[in-house]
């Protein structure tokens, strides 16, 4: 590892620092910081679009210790700004198809750190909140980084989804598919289009900016709300798309973001939450069967629940941690979202069957 040996500083908005040393690409990056609780699937979670822009802390020891391989990427590349990480191994186990994580970062202009106690990082963050931070292994001044942290936009208010999309109309599958999904792409991981492929669906697959009537004039039988960065209440095209292709009653599922511009599409609203819901053990309640499952998850904004909207909008799932919406189904039309991630990869795989539920609405909808 050539940069094992460099000094790196990790710099939070608040004033707070951390000494350690340099992983990936030697510079200086910055965006929100955040920490993920998982203890597998970092190559999922550094290329899921919905981390776009934020340094993300791992919170399990050793990072890197079975490299990376092609077929664990969400996208075609890193989305994280940044890498924070207690131990990190250049070497790995996996020989098979595998390269070096250590490589994977430098291919893709990665500034990370490790060797900090992170730990005490997350547990400050519990307490502080999320805020945005900066990562340098050529800048060694605490004062200095913290005047260029103060240039760095807040993620209140940021529409990130333009930067993660794709451009141009494709599609995915196979045409003689029993359904025709429209996937709206703001920062779509591609196991949403794997899960519904495996399924029976011909996906066309739409950029962030695109219109209902752009949709509607593909005539799906179905509209995928795909997950993605930023604040959903900023991106006021997108919540007019939603409600386009909903009030034509065209069966929906909207997951992540999708759950959110779903939800303020419907009346309800979202709120920045203090510090995110990012990992693969959280505990949700199907409010709907009464079972639990355990999720995982990637948001840093939740919805609001508006009991007086309770004749138009119900709420199917919980968190079982903080009580916030994890889940809504529309009463009044054939649409649906969660909070959490369904098509988890690596796993869990608790709430797959919300596929199934998407397949069995559509169907019902063509007879």
């Known amino acids: 590892m050539s940069s094992q040996l460099t000094k790196a500083l990790l710099v939070l908005q608040d004033g707070t620092f951390f000494e350690g040393n340099a992983i990936g690409k030697i510079g200086t990056t910055s965006g929100e910081i955040c920490f993920n609780t998982g203890m597998t699937g970092y190559q999922e979670v550094f290329t899921?679009?919905?981390?776009?822009?934020?340094?993300?802390?791992?919170t399990t020891d050793h990072i890197g210790n079975y490299g990376v391989k092609e077929s664990d990427i969400e996208s075609e590349s890193i989305k994280i700004s940044g890498l924070v990480c207690k131990k990190f191994s250049p070497n790995y186990s996996r020989a098979l198809g595998s390269d070096s994580l250590d490589g994977y970062l430098t291919q893709n202009n990665l500034v990370g750190i490790s060797d900090i106690d992170t730990r005490m990082l997350v547990a400050h963050l519990r307490e502080a909140g999320t805020q945005n931070a900066i990562i340098s292994s050529e800048i060694n001044d605490v004062a200095t980084l913290l005047k260029q942290l103060m240039e760095v936009p807040s993620m209140d208010g940021l529409e990130l989804a333009s930067e993660v999309s794709t451009n141009e109309f494709y599609t995915d599958g196979d045409s003689n598919s029993?359904?025709?999904v429209a996937l709206i792409d703001f920062?779509?991981?591609?196991?949403?289009?794997?899960?519904?492929i495996e399924r029976g669906c011909f996906l066309g697959i739409f950029p962030y900016n695109a219109t209902a009537e752009d949709i509607l004039s593909w005539n799906p039988d179905g509209f995928m709300i795909s997950n993605g960065p930023g604040d959903p209440a900023a991106m006021d095209y997108a919540i007019k798309t939603v409600q386009g292709v909903v009030e034509k009653s065209i069966p929906t599922f909207g997951i992540c973001l999708g759950h959110q511009l779903l939800s303020l599409a419907s009346g309800l609203k979202t709120y920045k939450m203090h510090h995110g819901h990012?990992?693969?053990?959280?505990?949700?309640?199907?409010l709907i069967s009464g079972r639990s499952e355990i999720t995982s998850q990637n948001h840093g904004f939740a919805v609001e629940y508006n009991e007086q909207l309770s004749d138009k909008i119900q709420l199917?799932?919980?968190n079982l941690n903080d009580d916030s919406v994890e889940g809504i189904a529309r009463l009044d039309k054939p649409a649906f979202s969660v909070q959490h991630h369904p098509e988890a990869s690596p796993g869990p795989h608790d709430s797959l069957y919300l596929f199934d539920q998407f397949i069995d609405l559509m169907?019902?909808?063509k007879k």
């Open 48 to 58: 899921d679009p919905s981390y776009f822009g934020q340094i993300l802390v791992m």
């Open 178 to 180: 029993n359904f025709k």
């Open 187 to 196: 920062g779509s991981k591609k196991n949403i289009a794997r899960c519904l």
């Open 278 to 286: 990012r990992g693969c053990n959280h505990p949700v309640k199907n």
């Open 316 to 318: 199917t799932h919980v």
């Open 363 to 365: 169907t019902s909808h």
